[in-house]
Antibody, heavy 119, light 110 residues
């Protein structure tokens, strides 16, 4: 059974970098041609796609966030990560990591982690 | 950023059929598959429908999806109390070059 678990600081100061890691179990992130994505949900609101990294290592980002986002993978730890630079209060959200076999199909989700941007 | 438009709410009594619409455009729903996700309170979303009308294993056949032109729908037949949740549509947008989600529809079982 594939499981994903997000981890990282729950509080980030404005202008700093938000860094989250997704640890995957039950599957290898470099097998099977899957898309490993990050999605966020602002409090009480809808979902926003942040971007994905493909099993081969190429990443693709939401154009509205592209200038501030990096998604990378650490194959030795079976993890992939999200970095979001220059955060503001508008980046406060629950962040989910997901796996899908198509770029818009998200089959497996982590439980989500709340990141608050505040001084 | 939602270019996919959903009604904010829908409701029905147990056993009724509820339909949720998702309206988009030629670059998203008109050109690509639609996906539906169910989010129960305080949980991660769950894939409900893929490729516009396919159900993953384990999803009851009470849930069905359809697509016509630039709009899609999710139907829940035989509504049950456990169906009370938020439902989101999603599609790839060729102009944006990314995944779009609808704003979500909260389904209430009366």
């Amino acid at each position: 059974q594939v499981q994903l678990q997000e981890s990282g600081p729950g509080l980030v100061k404005p202008s700093q970098t938000l860094s989250l890691t997704c640890t995957v179990s039950g599957d290898s992130i470099i097998s099977g041609g899957y898309f490993w994505s990050w999605i966020r949900q602002h409090p009480g609101k809808g979902l926003e796609w942040i971007g994905y990294i493909y099993y081969g290592g190429s990443a693709y980002y939401n154009p509205s966030l592209k200038s501030r986002v990096i998604i990378s993978m650490d194959t030795s730890k079976n993890q992939f990560s999200l970095q979001l630079n220059s955060v503001t209060a508008a980046d406060t959200a629950v962040y989910y990591c997901t796996r899908g076999d198509f770029k818009e199909r998200f089959d497996y989700w982590g439980q989500g982690t709340l990141v608050t941007v505040s001084s | 950023q939602s270019v996919l438009t959903q009604p904010p709410s829908a409701s029905g009594t147990p056993g009724q059929r509820v339909t949720i619409s998702c309206s988009g455009g030629g670059a998203n729903i008109g050109s690509n598959y639609v996906y539906w996700y169910q989010q129960l309170t305080r949980t991660a979303p769950k894939l409900l429908i893929y490729r516009s009308n396919q159900r993953p294993s384990g999803v009851p056949d009470r849930f069905s999806g359809s697509k016509s032109g630039t709009s899609a729908s999710l139907a829940i037949s035989g509504l049950r109390s456990e169906d009370e949740a938020d439902y989101f549509c999603a599609a790839w947008d060729d102009s944006l070059g990314g995944v779009l989600f609808g704003g979500g529809t909260k389904v209430t079982v009366l």
